[in-house]
C-alpha cells in the first residue's frame, strides 16, 4: 500500500510569508507526529496526534507553529510568519499503535530567504 | 536538550571495515530503536530492542540494549557501501513518546 506522503517536497518562501505543510497518513495509522531536522542532525519533535485526543503540542517552538488534524486524517503543519531559522526538513510520520514503529514520509525541505 | 547522544558524529571508513555507534542517556527507556535515514528520504526502521541487555542481530548488523536500558550500541562488521547512511537511535517511553539521538553519519568508501 502507499507510504506517507508529503507536499510540498520543496518550498522556498520569503522571511515572513505564511507556509503550510500536507502529511497524508497511512490509511488506519491512528498516530501522527511532526518532526523538523537540521541538516544531517537528529529528529526535534515537534507534536504527535493520537485519535481524537488532544494532541501533544509540547515540541512546538513558537506560538507560530500550529497543526491540525482534520477527521483524523491528513494533517497540516502551518509556520507563519517564516523566519530563516525555520529552514529544516519537516518530517511527518505515523504509526498503528503503542511501541510500534514509526513510517516516515520523505519530508518537505523549507527554505527561508 | 537531547536525551540521547550519538558518538561518533560523522565516521568515515573504507569497504570491509568494522564499527560501532554508540547511543547514550541518563533516562531509561521503555524500548529503543535504530533508523537509518538516506538523502531525501524519511528515516526506516532497522530494529527495534525491548529488554535489558538484548542482543539482536540482522545480517551484518548487531544491536544492543544495555542492562539498565539506558544505552544502546550499533556494530557494523565488514561495511560495504550500501551501509552508508545517517543512523538515528529513539528511545521510546509510555509507548507514545520517541526521542531521537543526534544522528551518525557514516560513509562507506569503496
Known amino acids: 500500500g502507499a507510504g506517507v506522503s508529503q507536499s510540498p517536497s520543496n518550498k522556498v518562501t520569503e522571511k515572513g510569508k505564511d507556509v503550510e505543510l500536507r502529511c497524508d497518513p497511512i490509511?488506519?495509522?491512528?498516530?501522527l507526529y511532526w518532526y523538523r531536522q537540521s541538516l544531517g542532525q537528529g529528529l526535534e519533535f515537534l507534536i504527535y496526534f493520537q485519535g481524537n485526543s488532544a494532541p501533544d503540542k509540547s515540541g512546538l517552538p513558537s506560538d507560530r507553529f500550529s497543526a491540525e488534524r482534520t477527521g483524523g486524517s491528513v494533517s497540516t503543519l502551518t509556520i507563519q510568519r517564516t523566519q530563516q531559522e525555520d529552514s529544516a526538513v519537516y518530517l511527518c510520520?505515523?504509526?498503528?499503535?503503542?511501541?510500534?514503529?514509526?513510517?516516515f514520509g520523505n519530508g518537505t525541505r523549507l527554505t527561508v530567504t | 536538550t537531547q536525551l540521547l547522544e550519538q558518538s561518533p558524529q560523522f565516521l568515515s571508513i573504507q569497504e570491509g571495515e568494522n564499527l560501532t555507534v554508540y547511543c547514550n542517556s541518563s533516562s531509561v527507556f521503555s524500548s529503543l530503536q535504530w533508523y537509518r535515514q538516506e538523502p531525501g528520504e524519511g528515516p526506516v526502521l532497522l530494529v527495534t530492542?525491548?529488554?535489558?541487555?538484548e542482543v539482536k542481530k540482522l545480517k551484518r548488523l548487531t544491536f544492543q540494549f544495555g542492562d539498565a536500558r539506558k544505552d544502546s550500541s550499533l556494530h557494523i562488521t565488514a561495511a560495504q557501501p550500501g551501509d552508508t547512511g545517517l543512523y538515528l537511535c529513539?528511545?521510546?517511553?509510555?509507548?507514545?513518546?520517541?526521542?531521537f539521538g543526534t544522528g551518525t553519519s557514516l560513509t562507506v568508501i569503496p
Open positions: 529513539a528511545g521510546v517511553r509510555t509507548g507514545n513518546q520517541f526521542y
Open positions: 510520520a505515523t504509526r498503528t499503535g503503542f511501541n510500534l514503529p514509526l513510517h
Open positions: 490509511s488506519g495509522h491512528t498516530a
Open positions: 530492542v525491548v529488554t535489558g541487555g
